[in-house]
């Protein structure tokens, strides 16, 4: 079936840190792929996505791109900052209506100043 | 954006009560929601699929007579919690899938239950 695993975390950084985050999933056919943020105390709040292979999601300075050889989704930003401070989930989505995301575990980031 | 709503956001009830627990889509219609639910440090686990006019879809482990969920029109599902117990205190989240956009599941803000 369907799965995503991301890197453990959590992931601690400084200030101005280059970060990236591991995803990788297993799906049958083509997946859409996303990462939500989640703030403490806080729902999901969707940070970038991309539909098909080769696509780059960006937003708020992270990116990731869709790469279908290597089956990977990874996340990356060139400078955090300590308000990135949260909890980040890859996740896929079969494209099939009425089936839900399928999420990773979750990656702690922390950054302090 | 789309926006879904849960209400209420943080309730402490006691030991054998039941809990309602409402999910809104706010400008779109959503013909499926989903309940999830996230323990502490955990990532969420997904309860129960609920198309609109039809019995929801729990998944395996989860007691459908515990938790009722109703999705009686598209923009509108609710979680109720029969009898909680403190095993039940966790958070709780519900996603909509607009009708337009099957591949996108957008996310409510989540309801804290705390049961004493």
């Known amino acids: 079936g369907n799965s995503v695993t991301q890197m453990e975390g959590p992931v601690t950084l400084s200030e101005e840190a280059f970060l990236t985050i591991n995803c990788t999933y297993t799906?049958?056919?083509?997946?859409?792929l996303f990462w939500y943020v989640q703030y403490p105390g806080e729902g999901l709040q969707l940070l970038l996505k991309a539909t098909k292979a080769d696509d780059k999601g960006s937003n708020k300075g992270f990116e990731a791109t869709y790469r279908k050889e290597t089956t990977s989704f990874h996340l990356e930003k060139g400078s955090v900052q300590v308000s990135d401070s949260a909890v980040y989930f890859c996740a896929l989505s079969d494209g099939q209506a009425g089936t839900a995301l399928i999420f990773g575990k979750g990656t702690t980031l922390s950054v302090s100043s | 954006g789309a926006v879904v709503s849960q209400h209420p956001s943080r309730v402490i009830c006691k030991s054998g009560t039941s809990v309602k627990i409402e999910c809104r889509s706010l400008?779109?219609?959503?013909?499926?929601m989903f309940w999830y639910r996230q323990f502490p440090k955990q990532s969420l686990m997904l309860m129960a699929t609920?198309?609109?006019?039809?019995?929801?879809?729990?998944e395996q482990g989860v007691e459908k007579d515990k938790f009722l969920i109703n999705h009686a029109s598209l923009t509108l599902s609710t979680l109720t919690v029969t009898s909680a117990h403190p095993e039940d205190s966790s958070f709780y989240i519900c996603s909509a899938r607009d009708r337009r956009a099957i591949y996108e599941q957008y996310f409510g803000p989540g309801t804290r239950l705390t049961v004493t």
């Open positions: 799906a049958t056919g083509y997946p859409s």
């Open positions: 400008d779109f219609q959503a013909t499926t």
């Open positions: 609920s198309n609109e006019g039809s019995k929801a879809t729990y």
